[in-house]
């Protein structure tokens, strides 16, 4: 493990215990970033640094925060890639989700939360509406001013916003967005099989291999 093997195998090779306890901890805020409450502690202070212009991100402190949010931004970066993809991983949350809500529902007795209880899924491009104003739009905006480079982030995340709006206004069910799924799905395992049957043979046999 990383804390057995892992640290003698490092040790041996950077400067020794006070680097590694560093990497732990390292390792450690990386892990609590995932934490979306970490997220909604931090996030006032990380956009007030980004919207100075002139913050120092190589100062200790506003490094880590800045990996933290990086971190988070990983995490729900699904919200920022092209629409069929974006689709397709909304449906597969929300069903895992749903899935929880009806063992709460049914196991326990409990009545579950509104994003994952079954009756409310036809409200899917709603809640990623919500989602992307609530928690994303607000991210991605402080990482654009941290640094230009994260704009694709942005621009993708506010494509969405604009995709999932227009599911809203055509009252698209929860149903509708699975069939397009299943659909795209079809026609990417169809369209890749046709590529490799179309493929001279000797490449065939170097991509089987």
């Known amino acids: 493990s990383l804390c057995t093997h892992g640290k ?6 950077v400067r020794g215990e006070a680097e590694y306890k560093q990497l732990m901890e390292m390792i450690k805020q990386v892990i609590l970033a995932t934490d979306l ?44 890639k092209p629409w069929e993809v974006q689709r397709m991983v909304a449906e597969k949350i929300a069903s895992e989700f749903f899935n929880q809500g009806d063992i709460e529902r049914d196991k326990y007795g ?3 939360m509104y994003m994952m209880d079954r009756s409310k ?32 982030l942005l621009d993708g995340c506010l494509a ?17 967005i699975s069939n397009a799924n299943v659909t795209l799905t079809h026609s990417s395992v169809t369209t890749r099989i046709q590529a490799m049957q179309n ?3 000797e490449e065939c046999s170097a991509v089987e291999g």
């Open 37 to 80: 409450a970490m997220y909604f502690r931090q996030k006032a202070n990380f956009k007030k640094l980004c919207e100075t212009g002139d913050t120092d991100w190589t100062e200790p402190d506003n490094k880590a925060l800045l990996r933290s949010m990086m971190i988070t931004g990983c995490d729900l970066s699904a919200i920022t």
């Open 199 to 201: 493929q001279p043979e």
């Open 121 to 152: 899924r036809d409200e899917l491009p709603k809640m990623q509406v919500d989602f992307i104003d609530n928690i994303c739009m607000e991210l991605y905006e402080s990482l654009e001013k941290a640094n230009p480079l994260f704009r694709p």
């Open 110 to 112: 409990k009545a579950p």
């Open 160 to 176: 969405n916003r604009r995709n999932w709006l227009n599911q809203v206004e055509r009252r698209t069910s929860f149903a509708d």
């Open 8 to 13: 003698q195998w490092y040790q041996r090779r």
